[in-house]
């Protein structure tokens, strides 16, 4: 089978374990210069994974909403060292930046086709959808590295992304973005060019959503509808509907293998009554998913169907690695570890969702 048509994903946006659930609480800080103790204005402070973030004030202060708890804290600015920091509850921060050295690297003129070969394969794995909507505005400040069996992405600087499909320019801190190719969905690794099995992309980082402006309503309810429909059959609506524990009101269906199996979802016992988030474990070897939704591409609940002539369908499959995983109360998850084919597949990392994205009620 072509690799092309035989893709897999796992997303890893960094690992945050248990995930605990906060009230929007608000955080405070001030950002300083580490070496002359000075406070640092204009510092971007925001919550990995959100469109949460503020800018600090003249004298380094910022005051920063929070979706929940953990979450990764990160403070940019151009002339220093990012600084990372995993938030564990609402602590007043200090955070002390180091300058940034810059330096000035020459172009080898004889690797540019090589780079250019390697800029479409990332290209070919990194966007794989609305590719022509969806531009990367510094690409020039990507690292490659390939062999035979891996191909890594990795940049020194964010990575500006913005996305006219959804109405977002994301800032990325690429760590690392890895293709391998595997036979089989949890099968051995192979060749990267062979002609059998699929592709497996990781990608673990940090990231920001900024919403673009757009005056005109029109563009604005183009940018909201393409944010639905993207949520909705999404694996994160799917994982809603698993910690609300009625996939079926939300259009799915689950058919489990091997069949002796009896629950698709385990959830894990909870020590902590205050922990909003879940962790759950995937018993079954396979999952098929049906999504069941209308032509509005709303879900249709499992209880209307018997009423109606006429519903469209997608399928995923879920293949299991028996590890647990975290799902948080809007079906965000830090910690993914399943692989996913199929329509659900995060295949794009560049189109997707915040965290604190809400989809409209129909």
């Known amino acids: 089978m072509n690799p092309s048509k035989f893709c897999f994903s796992l997303f890893f946006l960094i690992v945050l374990c248990p995930a605990l659930f906060a009230q929007r609480a608000t955080i405070t800080g001030r950002v300083l210069d580490a070496q002359t103790q000075a406070p640092i204005p204009h510092t971007e402070v925001f919550i990995s994974g959100t469109t949460l973030g503020c800018i600090t004030d003249s004298a380094g202060y ?6 929940f708890l953990p979450c990764t804290l990160v403070a940019d600015h151009i002339a220093y060292e990012s600084y990372i920091y ?4 609402t602590e007043k921060l200090l955070i002390k930046l180091e ?3 810059f330096d000035i690297h020459e172009v080898e003129v004889s690797g540019k ?3 250019k070969r390697n800029l479409r394969f990332f290209y070919s794995h990194f966007i794989e959808e609305y590719r022509e909507k969806i531009k990367i ?3 020039s400040t990507l690292i490659f590295e390939r062999d035979d069996m891996h191909f890594t992405a ?6 500006i992304i913005e996305n006219n499909y959804l109405g977002y320019r994301i800032k990325l801190f690429l760590d690392e973005f890895t293709v391998t190719s595997t036979d089989g969905p949890n099968g051995e690794q192979i060749p990267l060019n062979s002609m059998n099995g699929g592709y497996v992309t990781k990608l673990k980082g940090y990231h920001y959503y900024e919403p673009m402006e757009n005056e005109k309503q029109l563009k604005q309810s183009y940018f909201e509808n393409n944010r639905r429909l993207t949520y909705y059959g999404s694996y994160r609506h799917f994982l809603k509907s698993i910690y609300n524990n009625d996939p079926g009101a939300e259009g799915y269906k689950i058919k489990i293998y091997p069949e002796n199996i009896d629950a698709a979802f385990y959830q894990i016992e909870e020590k902590e009554s205050i922990n909003l988030a879940r962790q759950y474990i995937i018993l079954a070897d396979t ?3 049906q999504y069941r939704f209308d032509d509005d591409e709303y879900p249709i609940p499992a209880e209307f169907l018997s009423d109606r002539y006429h519903y469209n369908m997608r399928k995923s499959f879920i293949y299991s690695t028996k590890q647990p995983f975290t799902i948080r109360s809007n079906g965000t998850s830090p ?3 399943f692989i996913i084919q199929g329509r659900m597949d995060k295949k794009n990392f560049a189109n997707s969702l915040p965290d604190d994205y809400t989809p409209p009620k129909r």
């Open 62 to 67: 910022f005051e920063l909403k929070i979706p």
């Open 154 to 159: 990795r940049s020194n600087e964010p990575l």
């Open 287 to 289: 999952l098929a998913v």
């Open 113 to 115: 086709n090589r780079r």
């Open 335 to 337: 910690d993914l570890n």
């Open 99 to 101: 300058p940034r050295n």
């Open 86 to 89: 995993t938030l564990q509850n």
């Open 137 to 139: 505005l510094n690409d």
